[in-house]
């Protein structure tokens, strides 16, 4: 693995759960455009950007993206060399921040890790990542709950970023909303009103209210027809070609940058 000898970041608390990131990972392996860019490299290559005091979700995504793509490679990276530790399971671990180490992926994601940082880094630490991406590359960047329950991240290519998804696990979340406090360092001083994230989060309460007659059929069904609801709005979300065990809200960032 290349050297790493200027690290770009700050060290962060560094706490970590496993299986904590599960949703993160089922959404990117289930992902189109994250599955071609991988099937489409000669040697795909992932990066887990600070997988914390412990390698477990680290060694979770490999696990979930060699379930679509077996040729995949994935190392691990921290900032703090305390908490670098030995190749296992068929991932590598070393030293690197957002410069990954000299390494040039096709995926990375960095998750809970621009959470300590001030918002006014976060445009430099993406453009640092995108930098370091293979051609067609993507970044997963977000955060979530500590047992992740509740995540948001941001998709990013190589330019800009891409679209904005909430996901939350359907019986431990009582309105959309409530993922407001997870919200990505780049919006979650922005869920103010007349800011564009705080009229899609209040949408999507609404839209969740009215579909209150569904909620003998549980959560997911409920979700299923006010997510329905918000595209009759006229808002851009993403309706999913299969049933996820998720309940997940994607839309383009151009609709929630504003």
Request: aromatic share 6%; net charge positive; proline share 8%.
């Amino acid at each position: 693995m290349p050297s790493a000898t200027a690290v770009q970041g700050q060290i962060t608390r560094g706490t970590t759960n496993p299986n904590r990131l599960r949703r993160v990972d089922r959404w990117m392996a289930g992902r189109a455009e994250i599955v071609e860019v991988l099937a489409a490299a000669p040697d795909p290559l992932a990066v887990d950007l600070g997988y914390g005091n412990r390698p477990d979700t680290a060694v979770e995504m490999a696990a979930r993206l060699r379930a679509v793509e077996p040729r995949i490679s994935l190392v691990g990276l921290e900032i703090d060399p305390q908490r670098v530790v030995a190749d296992r399971d068929g991932v590598r671990f070393g030293l690197g921040g957002f410069e990954l180490a000299g390494l040039r992926p096709h995926l990375v994601r960095a998750f809970n890790v621009l959470r300590q940082y001030d918002e006014s880094e976060v445009l430099g630490s993406w453009a640092q990542m995108q930098a370091a991406l293979a051609p067609g590359g993507l970044i997963v960047e977000g955060t979530c709950d500590e047992i992740g329950r509740r995540c948001t991240w941001v998709l990013l290519d190589e330019h800009r970023p891409r679209s904005l998804t909430l996901a939350w696990a359907p019986g431990h979340t009582d309105r959309p909303s409530e993922l407001a406090p997870r919200l990505p360092k780049a919006l979650i001083h922005h869920n103010v009103d007349g800011r564009a994230i705080f009229a899609l989060l209040r949408a999507a309460d609404r839209c969740w209210d009215s579909a209150a007659p569904y909620a003998p059929y549980g959560p997911r069904i409920r979700w299923l027809h006010a997510r329905a609801a918000l595209a009759d709005l006229g808002v851009p979300v993403e309706q999913p070609r299969r049933r996820t065990r998720d309940n997940v809200l994607t839309v383009p960032w151009d609709h929630v940058a504003r």
